[in-house]
């Protein structure tokens, strides 16, 4: 038996198979082909492939998100029907060539041709031609969509994981997470937290190939990956990761119970997403509302931006299905660790400090209003409250405020029914905080986010993993800011919660009270854990 000694980033046992994953850079090289008939087949049977995935796919949609966003998965069949598509490609293989480059060539020369056309709609059908050629690409290199390629879940060993790979990643199909580099404080981290996944961080280990298929446990308890365990060790894991399962369900009691301590003080536990799909976890963790919906994730693993109408429908959904609790959703928070290509955003010396969140925002505001565009259209289902993201300046929030008033004017003279929305900011920023009375007097609310309010406060940078140990969390005057967010925010009327992944600490809970904060927005498998800490006050 190996073991290896990571950062945990969730308290819970997992017990598999290990798969290996790596960076899925896959090349397509143009080869000539001495059977094009054969190859031809092989394109034919990839292309039933696709579409027997697109199927699946448009029914877990259609039963998860509803009809509206499951479109696209029969949108994307129907291309892969269509006839000059299919001849472009059949040609390309009858020259001789192999199947993969005349996707790719095929590819290449719809999805040109879409972007070049001037009507909106269809030049954003050329991230549709992409996406569908890149599936057939994907299925006659046998690489599987998100590069796991069983069915059985497994403990998912990697060396870095993206934010944007581990959002593309099938919770069904894993057990936990172990990677050799990573923060506990990265977006990575936070989303194995919101999949409710047991998961390492910056382990010391080495994987490779061979360990694809040994039977691994993760103890996220004690930060300890084994690897290929002793019989009688591998029991006792079993036993404990049993014991674990069965107090999550002991949780379960205090679901519909009102999070309100022994003296009556209550606070609301909200749910942190980001994606439309989490909303399920939310709900079945009978959260109070959405505290911190982070809309870059409908950015991330795109190829192009995602439309006003895309948006719509997300943010719809997600309001229909909350059913009239609270849902607050962050603008676009993209930049330093959130990367998209399509951005097209330099690098940078240092990307936490640099060009991000609402700063893009105001710079590129065609990218602002579309979003804003869609969150007002989808106010008209639900209680959707807005939030911006890395706020600095009164300035900044006065001209947001004037391009919000601009949005709702153009929507309402086309025609559109919007709901009462509330404006708020983040609070993650030393100067935010410092200034709080001043910007509390501009909007409806605060949230806190402690993660970039740790990493300004301390200068200690969330992605690295060197200064865990510098990273106190904990810290008096990380503590000092948020208290005194809350007491301004109160001295002007407005509420303020924390939606940092501080908020699910629970020895924390007793002076987040006593402070007065008024919300704990958290990862939904954090909710009930949160609840017990407030009632057991
Ligand atoms: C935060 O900074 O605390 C926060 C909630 O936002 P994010 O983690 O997405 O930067
Ligand atoms: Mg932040």
Redesign the pocket.
Known sequence: MDKYIGKSVLKGIAVGRIYWYQKQNYEIVKKTVADSDAEKSRFEEAIETAKDQLSTLYDEALANVGEDHAMIFDIHRMMLEDDDYLEAIDSVIAEGYNAEYAVEAAQNQFSELFASMDDEYMKARAADVKDISQRVIRILMGISEDGIPTDEPVILVADDLTPSETVKMDKNKILAFVTVRGSANSHTAILARSMNLPALVNTQMNPGEEWNGKVGVVDGFNGEFLVEPKQDLLDEMIRRKNQWVADLEALEQLKGLDNVTHDGRRIDVYANIGKVEDVEGALSADAGGIGLFRSEFLYLGKDTFPTEEEQYVSYKTVLEKMDGKKVVIRTL?IGADKKVDYFNLDAEENPALGYRAIRICLDRPEIFITQLRAIYRASAYGKAAIMF??IVSVEEVRRIKEIVDQVKEELSVEGYAMGDVELGI?V?TPAAALISRELAKEVDFFSI?T??LTQYTLAVDRQNQKLESTCDTHHPAVLKLIEMTVANAHKEGIWAGIC?ELAADTDLTETFLEMGVDELSVSASAILKVRKAVRDI
Request: glycine fraction near 22%; aromatic fraction near 0%; avoid cysteine.
């Open positions: 928070d993201p890395m983040m993650e986010g993660n970039d940092g």
